[in-house]
């Protein structure tokens, strides 16, 4: 990945290699390149110091495991091969003159700081961390911004770089694929893989949008939010919280349950997280009489997780624009129990409301409704 193709300034990319310590952050790279592409496709001008941008961006730490290998690698080289013995004194100060400045970026607000400082936001700014559903949290804190008048252009970015360290993480507590392929709702399922990703959208106050002649894809009508605070890595089966943020995106966006034409579920091919899913959608949808078209995108572009929620965000987003549900791939033996059957194949059809979902690890949920502009 080669973040000079993007024609960013190169002084302020020198500096932040420099503050870095060589270090390249690919996750950032990523970042970087999706807001910019942001940017110019909404036409929006950012060179100017005194731009009208604030900027929310979403991960689930963007530095952390770059630093955990630049420690163990000082450790190693410090310890490994070597019969001197080294005093506790020694190897801290090796360990902190080394790792420091790297341990000063694992906080999210360095993340934030670079970003902005790429493309001259002096705006309302947010660093939002809530797991797998954080893209969906951060729309909504963008829209509140804009909502509250403190900016009436918002970017809304988040990224995801695999690294071994989570693969042997999810791989150890049994979601990671052993087949390489993410199932959602499939009786074959046996967990997710991993994608890469960086993703930024624009959100916009509409009357401002429309001054100036903008391209819009949709219009954000509302979201809903819960917390289980139960487990880090299993949802709670048998708990409505899920079904209170989905009811909750309903309330705030004005719509009723009929009307919703496709849902975008989280969809991580784990029996037990399909399972909370597809009950949490046929309570919500069955009073409606009515099960919207379900198609789940992790198959596509793996699991994404901090940016997988504002990623398959952006995917629906175009579904919408252009009037078509993807089909869920891998999902040919799909599981009766679930009560949910996937869109199986592309399908041009009429959509007026579409729905994002996520239900993360750390019982984040998060839900969010979209319209066509007519």
């Known amino acids: 990945f080669n973040i000079a193709g993007f024609n960013l300034d190169k002084d302020v990319l020198s500096w932040i290699k420099d503050w870095k310590e060589g270090d ?6 990523f970042m970087l390149a999706a807001i910019k592409l942001a940017l110019d496709d909404g036409k929006i001008d950012y060179h100017s110091e005194d731009n009208e941008i604030g900027l929310v961006v ?3 730490n963007i530095s952390l495991v770059p630093f955990f290998e630049k420690v163990m690698k000082t450790a190693y080289s410090i310890l490994g091969g070597t019969e001197k013995k080294v005093s506790q004194k020694e190897f801290y100060e090796k360990v902190y003159k080394t790792c420091y400045k790297s341990g000063y970026d694992v906080q999210p607000f360095m993340t934030l700081f670079h970003a902005a400082k790429v493309f001259n936001i002096h705006r309302h700014s947010l660093f939002i961390c809530n797991a797998c559903a954080s893209g969906l949290y951060a729309v909504e804190t963008a829209s509140e911004i804009i909502r509250n008048e ?5 970017v809304v970015a988040a990224s995801d770089h695999a690294d071994v360290i989570k693969y042997l993480w999810f791989k150890d507590i049994g ?10 709702f499939s009786k074959d399922s046996d967990g997710f893989i991993f994608g890469d990703a960086g993703i930024a959208l624009v959100l916009e106050d509409y009357d401002h949008a429309k001054k100036r002649k903008a391209k819009i894809y949709a219009e954000y009508l509302g979201g809903g939010f819960s917390l289980e605070s139960w487990q880090v890595t299993m949802p709670q089966v048998g708990s409505n919280y899920y079904q209170k943020a989905i009811e909750g995106a309903l309330e705030k966006s004005g719509t009723k349950n009929s009307e919703i034409d496709l849902i975008c579920p989280h969809g991580v091919g784990s029996h037990v997280t399909d399972f909370y899913e597809s009950k949490a959608i046929n309570d919500v949808f069955i009073r409606g009489k009515k099960i919207p078209s379900i198609s789940a995108f992790k198959p596509y572009v793996g699991h994404t997780l901090g940016a997988s929620a504002l990623l398959e965000t952006a995917i629906l987003l175009m579904c919408l624009k252009n009037q078509i549900i993807l089909p869920t791939l891998n999902c040919e033996n799909v599981n009766p129990q679930y009560k949910i059957k996937p869109v199986s194949e592309i399908t041009k059809t009429k959509l007026n409301n579409v ?17 066509k502009i007519n």
């Open 150 to 154: 403190h900016s009436p252009i918002m």
């Open 58 to 60: 979403s991960h689930e």
């Open 355 to 371: 729905m994002k979902t996520s239900a993360a690890f750390a019982g984040y949920n998060a839900s969010a409704v979209f319209a």
């Open 175 to 184: 979601i990671y694929s052993k087949q390489g392929l993410t199932r959602p």
């Open 24 to 29: 390249e952050i690919i996750d950032l790279f």
